[in-house]
């Protein structure tokens, strides 16, 4: 029966080189395969957009092969699982994991990262603040960057997915907040809607000065969404024992050439400082130790999230170029129809 169903798949059709745009993706359909012993059909409810996807893509591999021409665009995704012959799965189970761009899914349970068990809480959250988004700033802010009480707590990419959760994490530690966001309109959401201590625009000409006045007893903890010339300005203001945690590198359009930049070391040496990167892959043990204490605080409201929901799969090719225009606010998702209307 299953046989007989089709799955419409955003492939990526050619290779980009840096940020990819809708021309590199097209949509494709296929039939949806008879389950084997030991797998599962989810149906996807929610795809997500993330910029590591940019890496994903490009010829030169990260920390991940990239997705070869053809293939289904990697993502995380969350849904329901409608049919089963695993015995760790059943029927109605609400799941997230690397399903990726696509209606329909098989899996043997490999890609799964978790069962989504929040009660009353959207299952949407399972790829924002309550997944791979807020693991991020969980556990990179905790384990990584170490925040004491008082410390000044600098974020790039503030108002994003992920910098937002880290902000308001770093509050809940009793830490004091510094902003980084882009333009006016995203620079002031970090101030009434995050709750930052201060905030500043990257894209304004006293950016310097802004940075200054924020952090009159220099940075304590940089949470590095961005690399470039941001990274270049905060570092000059670390304190003694900073910490800097490394977990994105938005700003930097293609390693080929190899950017070139300030030479950072000697501020490091200087402060006896540390830079370390961060990979959520590698707390995957711990997940449903980060969720444990995310989810209260999103139920309490220390922990507030902002979503922005494209609908529809058509919507999907274009996605992640218009992250990188900054056209999101908030975590971007892609919202699939109802089962209804997935063909079947």
Aim: proline residues 6%.
């Amino acid at each position: 029966m299953a046989a007989a169903m089709k799955n419409r798949q955003v492939v990526l059709a050619s290779r980009p080189l840096g940020i990819p745009q809708a021309e590199h993706f097209r949509i494709a359909q296929a039939d949806v395969p008879d389950l084997r012993d030991g797998q599962f059909l989810v149906r996807n409810e929610f795809l997500s957009v993330e910029p590591a996807m940019r890496g994903w893509v490009n010829a030169a591999a990260n920390y991940a092969d990239p997705v070869p021409i053809g293939g289904v665009m990697r993502s995380f995704a969350a849904g329901t699982v409608t049919a089963s012959r695993h015995a760790g799965y059943a029927v109605g189970d609400k799941v997230m994991g690397m399903l990726g761009w696509q209606e329909w899914a098989v899996s043997d349970g490999t890609g799964i990262r978790r069962k989504v068990r929040e009660a009353g809480l959207p299952l949407s959250l399972s790829l924002g603040v309550l997944g791979i988004n807020g693991l991020t700033a969980y556990f990179a802010l905790t384990e990584v960057g170490q925040p004491r009480p008082g410390d000044t707590v600098v974020v790039s990419t503030a108002a994003g997915a992920v910098g937002s959760a880290v902000g308001q994490i770093a509050k809940i530690a009793g830490c004091r907040t510094v902003g980084i966001a882009g333009g006016p309109t995203k620079r002031q959401q970090c101030l009434d809607e995050f709750g930052y201590d201060a905030a500043v625009d990257y894209k304004a000409p006293d950016f310097i000065a802004q940075l200054a006045a924020a952090c009159p007893r220099g940075v304590d903890v940089y949470y590095d969404n961005t690399s470039g010339s941001i990274t270049d300005a905060v570092v000059q203001r670390i304190n003694k024992n900073a910490r800097i945690v490394v977990c994105g590198t938005a700003s930097v359009s293609s390693w080929d050439p190899w950017p070139s930049g300030p030479r950072i070391e000697r501020h490091l040496l200087n402060k006896s400082a540390r830079m370390q990167g961060f990979l959520v892959w590698d707390y995957e043990h711990r997940y449903e130790e980060a969720v444990a204490k995310l989810a209260p605080w999103v139920r309490d409201g220390r922990l507030k999230y902002r979503e922005e929901i494209l609908d529809g799969l058509e919507s999907a090719p274009d996605a992640i170029a218009g992250l990188y225009r900054g056209e999101n606010q908030g975590k971007r998702l892609i919202r699939l129809p109802p089962e209804a209307a997935h063909g079947v």
